[in-house]
């Protein structure tokens, strides 16, 4: 099975249209992602930037548990992707010197930020058990659903 962002970009917005906030979003595109790709996609998960303390807070999974429910901005590929305002895509995690260990199959992990224009509300982060699993096509997909993640939050930030 392969990501279809398009189906779940839409199914995104009719939550929108319906009046659901970004919390229930957040966990659908989780869901969503996870469910389209189990052999490739072995832990996926939202982490959202709390700006005050610049942290990464673990917002929900689908996979292991992990202790990692909170990354210091700069620490880990999760931490590096909002330093370096980027997304990553890390094909060896063992040739990453900056790299945090939430499992130790893993061996590939993908980050896609979760931002509109200069304001970086989080990421998508997910981690494979096999060597160099993503494509530019899975990172494309993602950034589809990232933005429309972020079209909401923007949304509810701007009513605060
Ligand atoms: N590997 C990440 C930590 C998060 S876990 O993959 C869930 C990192 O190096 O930042």
Redesign the pocket.
Known sequence: MALEAGIVVKALQVMRDEGHLSDALLRKAVRSVAESDDERYH?V?VYLLNEADQELWLHN?VGPG?E?SK?PVG?????RAVAERTNLNVPD?SK?E?????QME?QS?LIVLIRAGDEIYGQI?I?SDDMDAFTEEDETSLMAIADKLAEQIAAERRKE
């Open positions: 832990w998960g999974y992990t990692h990354i620490k880990g590929i999760c931490g995690v990453e900056n790299y945090i260990a939430c893993t992990e982060d981690d």
